[in-house]
């Protein structure tokens, strides 16, 4: 298929502050999607000109609306290239990442997180001398020194959100780390190891988590008087980490659940999980069963009123613990569980890790699909990322749960 040529446009001279999206012309691409070039003066006068692709025509209108709204919200007129590169992160880039829709909910805090990471290092320069190759090259590398596995979005964030936005309002002429080889260190190479709980430390991490003494610290303090939300901080983490290795379910999500979504039937309890915000809206709310009875009952004593958290925000019940703040309480956490388990592994796993346990766990009783739905994803995305080879017995599991056909004598999923 050859590529249509777009209607004329209107040449009416943009005033600032307005586009041209309503006025041009969607055309269809060789592959198929749908491509809408359209212009937009900012209100310095400065003129862009834009593409924008997709599916639809809708899509495609919606998305360079959105896209236009963020440029002439930016106040790039107003930024000279003396001005200190601080002061345009806080005042420029962080609202506009807040406010986008085009980033999923952790997406958003990841990149939150990395602009935290590079602005001490950014402190004291203007944007022209902060956005010079050196400058750039050598804030990245400190982020690699301080938190290897956190560069590589750094620089994603530092080249995309500040120095191209910097580029486009035409406060600078280029972004010199864009597609450039930069002198940064390799992340270490790990051998292949195990990254999944057999079922017998899985059954003895939940044991202590079900008995755990949660009136001590998540970490040791030497101040008395400490807030109410910090002495609550341990026991909100415990209670997150129970609910995470049963259910296999993400932070993100593990921080929405109320009391109200946790479903108590005669044959057990199902939790309703609501659907994260997504940068598509494809994600979808599900449902996934609590299949041991140990859990179940802690559930059923610890129920509060409907509209609180399950696991909530340290200072207050009715509010949702920030994912970001939570996931930082995960490695202190593990490591105490190592330590009084003697289960070593735990040092270096992740919350994200229980739904891997959990496929080899349930490998021989539950057909790797509706495991998958279970869980929030496909069955392809399971066996890239979940699938633990290092652990036999797992392995051992899927290959029993093939030659019985899944016809384990557990509880059938509810």
């Known amino acids: 298929m050859t590529e249509k040529k777009p209607k004329t446009a209107a040449k009416t001279k943009l005033e600032p502050g307005t586009h041209s999206i309503d006025r041009a012309h969607p055309r269809e691409l060789p592959d198929g999607t749908i491509a809408l070039d359209w212009s937009v003066r900012l209100h310095n006068g400065r003129l862009l000109r834009k593409r924008t692709k997709g599916p639809k025509k809708s899509i495609v209108r919606a998305r360079a609306r959105q896209t236009a709204k963020e440029l002439l919200e930016t106040p790039g007129g107003n930024w000279k290239p003396s001005a200190p590169i601080i002061d345009y992160i806080d005042q420029a880039v962080i609202p506009r990442i807040e406010k986008t829709e085009k980033l999923k909910d952790n997406s958003r805090r990841r990149h939150l997180a990395a602009i935290a990471l590079v602005k001490p290092h950014l402190k004291g320069f203007s944007i022209w001398d902060a956005t010079t190759r050196g400058v750039l090259e050598q804030t990245l590398q400190r982020v690699a020194k301080a ?9 994603t964030v530092l080249s995309k959100w500040v ?26 190479q790990r051998p292949a190891e195990r990254r999944t709980l057999t079922e017998a430390e899985w059954d003895t991490v939940i044991q202590h988590l079900l008995t755990r003494d949660t009136t001590a610290l998540l970490v040791p303090s030497k101040h ?8 609550n901080k341990h026991s909100r983490i415990v209670r997150l980490t129970l609910l995470q290795s049963v259910t296999g379910m993400r932070i993100s999500e593990a921080t929405l659940i109320k009391w109200k979504n946790v479903i108590d039937t005669p044959d057990g309890i199902i939790i309703d999980v609501p ?16 299949f041991r009875d140990d ?26 613990w ?5 996931d930082d309480c995960v490695p202190p956490l593990y490591a105490q569980i190592a330590e009084a388990t003697g289960i070593e592994i735990l040092k270096d796993l992740r919350s994200h890790s229980w739904r891997a346990t959990l496929h080899g766990v349930y490998a021989d009783v539950i057909d790797p699909l509706t495991l998958a739905k279970y869980f ?22 899927a290959v029993k749960g093939i030659k019985s ?3 384990g004598q557990r509880p059938s999923p509810l």
């Open 163 to 188: 120095v191209d936005a910097l580029v486009t309002e035409g406060v600078i002429k280029d972004n010199p780390i864009f597609k450039r080889t930069l002198d940064l260190p390799l992340p270490p």
């Open 405 to 407: 056909g899944y016809g």
């Open 147 to 155: 938190k290897p596995g956190s560069v590589d979005n750094a620089r």
């Open 295 to 320: 859990v179940t009952d802690y559930l059923r004593k610890h129920r509060g009123e409907p509209e609180e958290f399950v696991a909530a925000s340290p200072a207050d019940t009715l509010k949702r």
């Open 224 to 231: 008395n008087n400490l807030r109410q939300s910090t002495k």
């Open 275 to 290: 659907a994260v915000k997504g940068k598509k809206g494809t994600e979808k709310k599900r449902r996934t069963p609590i």
């Open 376 to 397: 929030g994803h496909t069955q392809k995305i399971a066996d890239e990322y979940y699938d633990d080879l290092e652990n036999t017995e797992a392995v051992l599991k």
């Open 322 to 326: 920030d994912p970001t703040n939570a």
